[in-house]
């Protein structure tokens, strides 16, 4: 069975300060993949990376970056100097290779103050 | 390129009653997932549609069912619907089929069941 736990339920941050949104994941399968998602409130989801299981260098695009670590089960997402627009709720979810049914967290509302 | 589309928009029924929600896919994908989302909580995957036949499905009633179009459109029918079946309907569209490849979701129909 896989699961997917974003612990943080809402963060509250302000306008240029740094926030990292927590996901750890459980899955028995050797391949599989992560996958971080925004979901502004015009209610789309909306890709902003997949992550294979045996590739966990770190990435950064702009503002965003992702931490894969296999040994903790984590796949944490940073947004440096946060803005207004990144107020969102963010989803991690994973599914193993050759699986149709991905697993979503239960999401993470953050808030950006101006 | 035309993005992921969902029809309509909201929708209010009572219970016993029938529905039917609507997706375009994003012009050249094949493959269309429906998911229900439930007030503050992550997508669950309803099922998968790919070439016309159901491809995987999740943790679902018979009485959700679909249809998929050989223009890759899909329908998600709910018969005799439930006071739980009220949630954010999203449709997503990919290339390829399976449920690790990139999803392009559409902006979901909000359905209130009385």
């Known amino acids: 069975a896989q699961k997917v736990t974003q612990a943080q339920t809402e963060i509250s941050v302000v306008e240029k300060e740094d926030v990292t949104l927590d996901c750890v994941y459980e899955t028995r399968d050797t391949t599989y993949y992560l996958f971080w998602y925004k979901q502004p409130p015009s209610g789309e989801l909306v890709f902003l990376i997949r992550?294979?299981?045996?590739?966990?260098q770190n990435e950064i695009s702009g503002r965003y970056s992702w931490n894969f670590q296999k040994s903790t089960s984590s796949f944490n997402f940073t947004i440096t100097a946060s803005q207004v627009v990144d107020s969102a709720v963010y989803f991690c979810?994973?599914?193993?290779?050759?699986?149709?049914?991905?697993?979503f967290g239960r999401g993470t509302s953050l808030i950006v103050h101006p | 390129e035309t993005g992921v589309t969902q029809s309509p928009t909201h929708l209010i029924k009572t219970r016993g009653q029938q529905v039917t929600l609507r997706c375009s896919s994003q012009?050249?994908?094949?493959?269309v997932s429906w998911y229900q989302q439930a007030l503050g909580q992550g997508p669950q995957f309803i099922f998968q549609?790919?070439?016309?036949?159901?491809?995987g499905r999740g943790n679902f009633p018979p009485r959700f069912s679909g249809l998929q179009f050989p223009n890759y459109s899909s329908e998600l029918n709910v018969n005799a619907l439930e006071l739980d079946d009220s949630a954010l309907y999203l449709c997503a569209s990919s290339l390829v089929a399976g449920a690790y490849n990139e999803q392009f979701f559409g902006p979901g129909t909000r359905l209130t069941v009385l």
């Open positions: 012009s050249g994908h094949n493959t």
């Open positions: 979810a994973l599914s193993g290779e050759g699986s149709y049914i991905p697993t």
């Open positions: 992550r294979n299981s045996f590739d966990e």
């Open positions: 549609y790919y070439r016309e036949e159901e491809n």
